[in-house]
């Protein structure tokens, strides 16, 4: 097999553990360990004067290659466009997107910087495989520098309706730039039929069948390729954090609480506003709760020079604090919010300990939080997931609790419905759930997006 080329905007360091905690990074670093070649993107850093030459870094068969970013580069770019534009309009967040063409610009310029510090590290049968949101023009660029050779792209995020993308000013620039890949890969049948809506409707292309779109002179080949994660790796840490006998389960802990859990990044798609106030709902109606749950939301600050994603760390402190001090006891405290990160081992053991995993996205391309929770559940009691609709696993992991993050009622009610569910019915939902997580794993998704890309046709 080819060696395989990966981009994407951050390279993550293959010794930080606490990396390891899901996402992209692990499936990134596993199909790269299999296959031998190159991770190529932004270093994480800012510098006066970025080096010319990308950092390099050998880890068995894989070359990790890194370059600094100007603060202004970093500013338009990343800060900019792709997270100030491109996050919250792909996340149906048009009252948060902000428009600017210098910020444009220098997505557009670290894109041409990408490739042209790429171009020399590529070999000629490497398979190149870019990922996300922040590289749509990659391709491009590294067309107009004389590769031919077939691209992959894959989309994490979702890709939004028509309507939405449309009121971004570069919207055909930008689309078009992105057909300059050979696959295009989304994680739901939701994302593909938003992208077709799209060629279709707005670029004048035609779908051809088999997986084909015609469009801008070019014939590309789209498809969904839902990500997975690494199940047999979480059941087995969750089998041995079973037999160390740490656990948070209520039993161990005093007045025999049960615990509700949710982790994420600190971000506004992930719906944490609307979560707190669901399980305020949740208190509220069902006062015999009260004393008896705890709600842990693990959520690691992100994107901190983000104005908007200040705002929501501040929004959700004064929440917490809101409810904690409206419902506490000398001996009970509803909300435990806590700002780090915790690596994956102990993630396995919060999710086995608690009964109730609470994933509420307003928008997830797919949520893995979602899949690594039921992978971690002990098969003898397992825990119930409670599952916005509007989370990609939410199509595959359709014997969840699925809600309506938007209806504080509804979570509420379902949470209810999770901690008094009977053994038989947790055991059956769960089952159904891992067949899924069993069949679809990383690995699956990784070699389907090769397979496909690794038989792609020239059409340069
Ligand atoms: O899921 C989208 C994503 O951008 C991933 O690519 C990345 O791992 C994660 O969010 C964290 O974002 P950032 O790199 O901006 O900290």
Same mark, same amino acid.
């Given at each position: 097999m080819s060696r395989l080329v990966v981009v994407s905007n951050r390279v993550t360091a293959v010794t930080d553990k606490k990396a390891k905690a899901g996402g992209l990074a692990v499936a990134l670093q596993d199909a790269l360990?299999?296959?031998?070649?190159?991770?190529?993107?932004?270093?994480?850093?800012?510098s006066p004067n970025p080096s010319s030459t990308p950092e390099k870094k050998?880890?068995? +068969?894989?070359? @990790?290659? +890194?370059?600094? $970013?100007?603060?202004?580069?970093?500013?338009?770019?990343?800060?900019?466009?792709?997270?100030?534009?491109?996050?919250? $309009?792909?996340?149906?967040r048009l009252d948060l997107t902000a428009f600017s063409k210098q910020n444009y610009s220098g997505y557009q310029q670290v894109n041409t910087l990408f490739a042209s510090k790429l171009l020399p590290l590529l070999e000629d049968d490497d398979l190149i495989w870019v990922h996300d949101y922040h590289l749509m023009p990659l391709g491009d660029e590294l067309r107009k520098a004389g590769v031919t050779r077939p691209i992959g792209f894959f989309l994490h995020t979702p890709f939004p309706a028509m309507e939405i993308l449309t009121a971004l000013p570069s919207h055909k620039t930008l689309v078009k730039a992105l057909c300059a890949y050979d696959v295009i890969g989304f994680q739901t049948e939701n994302d593909l039929r938003a992208f077709l809506d799209y060629i279709v409707h707005e670029a004048g292309g035609g779908i051809m069948g088999n997986h084909l779109v015609h469009v801008f002179g070019r014939t590309i080949r789209v498809e969904i390729f839902p990500i997975g994660i690494d199940t047999e790796d979480i059941v087995k840490t969750a089998r041995q954090t079973m037999r160390s006998g740490r656990k948070l389960r209520s039993k161990d802990m005093p007045g025999e609480r049960e615990w509700i859990i949710g982790v994420d990044r600190l971000d506004y798609s992930k719906g944490l506003v609307d979560r707190f106030h669901s399980f305020q709902r949740l208190l509220e109606t069902y006062a015999a709760y009260r004393g008896r749950v705890t709600f842990m939301q693990i959520a690691p600050?992100?994107?901190?020079? !983000?104005?908007? @994603?200040?705002?929501?760390?501040?929004?959700?402190?004064?929440?917490?604090?809101?409810?904690?001090?409206?419902?506490?006891?000398?001996?009970?405290?509803?909300?435990?919010?806590?700002n780090k990160s915790f690596t994956r081992k102990e993630l396995v053991g919060f999710y086995q300990a608690s009964r109730i995993g609470l994933v509420t996205?307003?928008?997830?391309?797919?949520?893995?939080?979602?899949?690594?929770y039921v992978a971690s559940q002990n098969p003898q009691d397992p825990g119930v997931l409670v599952l916005s609709r509007f989370a990609g696993a939410a199509r595959e992991l359709d014997t969840a609790l699925i809600v309506?993050?938007?209806?504080?009622?509804? !979570?509420?009610?379902?949470?209810?419905?999770?901690?008094?569910?009977?053994?038989?019915?947790r055991r059956e939902r769960w089952a159904a759930m891992m067949e899924v997580l069993r069949h679809n794993t990383l690995g699956v998704w990784r070699d389907n997006f090769l397979d496909v890309l690794s038989n792609c046709p020239y059409d340069s």
């Open positions: 360990q299999e296959h031998g070649g190159v991770w190529f993107g932004w270093s994480g850093k800012v050998q880890v068995g +068969t894989v070359t @990790y290659a +890194t370059i600094d $970013l100007s603060r202004k580069l970093y500013n338009e770019y990343y800060s900019g466009f792709a997270n100030r534009t491109l996050w919250p $309009l792909f996340h149906y600050p992100s994107r901190s020079e !983000v104005p908007e @994603y200040k705002e929501i760390r501040h929004e959700l402190e004064a929440q917490a604090g809101h409810i904690n001090g409206r419902f506490a006891e000398y001996d009970w405290v509803p909300i435990n919010y806590l996205p307003l928008r997830d391309g797919m949520n893995l939080v979602a899949k690594e309506n993050p938007f209806d504080y009622d509804a !979570v509420a009610e379902a949470i209810a419905k999770g901690l008094d569910m009977p053994l038989e019915e």
